[in-house]
């Protein structure tokens, strides 16, 4: 072994004293992942809107999307059965019979985006363009008039939706257990 | 017959039959054409029938069944289920509880590890599946099942815990059903797998990086923020489930495991972890995961789940069978760490006696707890209370829901109780 690969194993060694917090040293097998491999794997929207694709919708035609991919279960707009409420309840949080859907809970509007893009509808996941899916986040949020009737979201527009209960969350990270 | 043909009959087998039969129809048509050899061999020696096969049970008389490649529970064991709650034509969504009041030990079996699906168990093909991490990192890295075969690994025991559990405790009448119906989305086992951190530092995390967005490649593309912080603790990516390959229900071909946390966190079919510095406010953190407090603020990203336990035995479903000696046994576990101890009430909390706790006692781990009870006979009201290692107590019901609007149901790690009847009935009772 020469006094080069003594050194680095000496300083690796070092820098790992305590395994528990820094882990055990790997054997670096894993595969140099290419930027366009990153670019279609990360399918990931943050509140501030980074990781929007392209495309638009507006309320209008989310409104066709929601009759066909939606409503079954539901209900018209978003009044829930046989699945969750998805609107309605705006201001209802601090009173005895708090009703929490989208429009009156989550505090941001990216969160629908995304979560409707990876995960609905149910029975074709990730099935939707993401003009159809701008276009039933707009819908849905017009309902509780969120957005105005004649809205197109896209990127840059939708995060800048102001959600009803944006400040309604205290974190509790990192915090000792109560 | 002859004694000799009972004789070859009984070594031969006695197959079991329906009714009343005595010998099954394959040992009695091979009695007969061993009957002739066997009279000649028998000749003139006369003997009482004391063969041992006659005070034997029929299982010691007959040789058992075979191997089998993959064993299953005993038949008379069939009743020992998960219990499957998913909303009408939604299949793949819902959960399944481990019938813990039905299960001794610490260890729950892998086929009977409580279930919690966003939509479905997917059938991942481990050859095309990779784990990616990427985001604030150097050196972007996938790793496949087979490569991460060859890191180093850890096996540690741990419970998971799904944030939701014993929510049925915050309804305003106790609901009366086992306590397995009640609690069980909560397993233990022993997981074995890769050290999270060791994968995080080959991928090199960048300064000002927080957060770890974790996603499944199930059909929900489950997605949680984990603190970074936790990653590099003691995160893990598991492999292995008591001693096998994960089962699909538990996240094959491999999940995020993360001890104390609450079990959404645990991603299964774990695919992608996005190195990052806010968290990204997910649906399974914003609308679901959130305890909402009276006045309309919720609580959110509440990971460790509290000091807790319960009695299982005696519990819903399992009535004393008259006075006498019975062994008060259950579960408690934090997602703090250790159990420090457990105390036992049989009068509704006014006195309080220690229980005996089995070793070992692991951080983040089920722990069994047990005290002997002779029972009178006389109403009794049975509550178990823990304390962990940081000193985190389980509080009362009512300071627990006292927290929360009605209906919050998320965290819930109050004291529960069951009242005892004269007659040994054992009914769920807020006390």
């Known amino acids: 072994m020469s006094m080069l690969k003594i050194g680095v194993l000496c300083s690796a060694v070092a820098l790992c004293l305590f395994p528990a917090v820094c882990g055990a040293q790997g054997p670096n097998l894993g595969r140099a992942l290419t930027p366009e491999e990153i670019r279609k794997a990360d399918i990931t929207v943050w509140p501030d809107g980074r990781g929007l694709p392209p495309g638009s919708g507006s309320v209008s035609a989310g409104a066709a999307v929601y009759a066909r991919n939606c409503e079954v279960c539901h209900g018209a707009k978003g009044a829930g059965k046989p699945q969750d409420q998805l609107t309605g309840g705006v201001g209802t949080l601090a009173s005895a019979k708090p009703v929490k859907t989208s429009a009156s809970y989550w505090p941001a509007a990216t969160t629908l985006f995304d979560y409707i893009r990876r995960a609905m509808p149910i029975a074709s996941p990730q099935s939707l363009t993401n003009d159809e899916v701008y276009a039933v986040t707009a819908y849905l949020l017009s309902i509780d008039g969120i957005v105005p009737p004649d809205a197109v ?26 | 017959m002859k004694n000799s043909e009972k004789k070859d ?68 064991q069939e009743k020992v289920q998960r219990t499957i709650a998913n909303p009408p034509g939604r299949p793949g969504t819902g959960v399944s509880r481990t019938p813990l009041q039905r299960l ?49 690994m850890e096996t540690h025991i741990r419970f998971i815990e799904c944030s939701g559990n014993s929510g049925g405790y915050n309804q305003a009448q106790p609901p009366q059903a086992t306590s397995g119906e009640l609690n069980g989305l909560l397993s233990g086992s022993e997981w074995t797998g890769v050290r999270l951190a060791t994968l995080l530092n080959e991928a090199g995390v960048a300064p000002g990086a927080k957060w770890v967005i974790a996603e499944g490649a199930d059909a929900a593309a489950m997605s949680r923020s984990i603190p970074l912080e936790k990653c590099m603790d003691d995160a893990m990516i598991a492999l292995f489930q008591n001693g096998e390959a994960i089962r699909p229900e538990q996240g094959y071909p491999m999940r995020l495991l993360l001890p104390g946390f609450e079990g959404n966190m645990n991603v299964k079919w774990i695919r992608r972890l996005n190195v990052t510095d806010v968290p990204v406010d997910a649906r ?54 250790r159990i420090a101890k457990v105390e036992v009430s049989k009068d509704a909390g006014k006195t309080w006696e220690l229980a005996a706790l089995n070793a070992p006692v692991l951080p983040m781990a089920l722990t069994r707890f047990r005290l002997p ?57 807020y006390a």
């Open chain 2, 104 to 152: 001794e030990g610490t260890i729950t079996p892998a086929g009977l590890h409580f279930e919690r699906h966003h939509n479905g168990v997917p059938d991942i093909d481990p050859s095309q599946h990779e784990l990616l991490i990427h985001g604030m990192v150097k050196r972007p890295l996938a790793f496949s099942t087979d490569v991460l075969a060859r890191y180093p």
């Open chain 1, 153 to 178: 979201l896209d990127a840059k527009s939708l995060p800048r939706v102001k959600m009803p209960n944006k400040d309604g969350f205290v974190s509790w990270w990192p915090k000792p257990l109560r």
């Open chain 2, 284 to 337: 399974d953190e914003t609308s679901h995961y959130t305890e909402l407090m009276p006045g309309g603020k919720a609580r959110q990203f509440m990971f460790p789940m509290g000091a807790k336990s319960l009695i299982l035995k005696p519990s819903f479903g399992m009535n004393l069978q008259g006075p006498g000696w019975y062994e008060i046994s259950g579960l408690a576990w934090s997602g703090a760490g």
């Open chain 2, 9 to 76: 009959a009984a070594k031969m087998g006695k197959e079991p039959v329906p009714g009343k039969g005595l010998l099954g129809r394959r040992a009695l048509l091979r009695g007969a054409l061993l009957s002739a050899g066997a009279a000649a061999a028998s000749v003139g020696i006369a003997q009482a029938d004391d063969s041992i096969g006659a005070n034997a049970p029929e299982w010691m008389k007959t040789p058992g069944r075979s191997f089998s490649p993959y064993g299953t529970p005993s038949k008379w």
């Open chain 2, 373 to 429: 009870w002779d029972w009178k006979g006389q109403p009794s009201t049975l509550m178990s209370r823990a304390t962990d290692e940081t000193g985190d107590v389980q509080p009362s019901r009512a300071d627990w829901v006292a927290q929360f609007v009605p209906g919050q149901g998320y965290h819930f790690n109050g004291i529960q109780a069951w009242g005892i009847e004269a007659d040994g009935t054992v009914k769920n009772v």
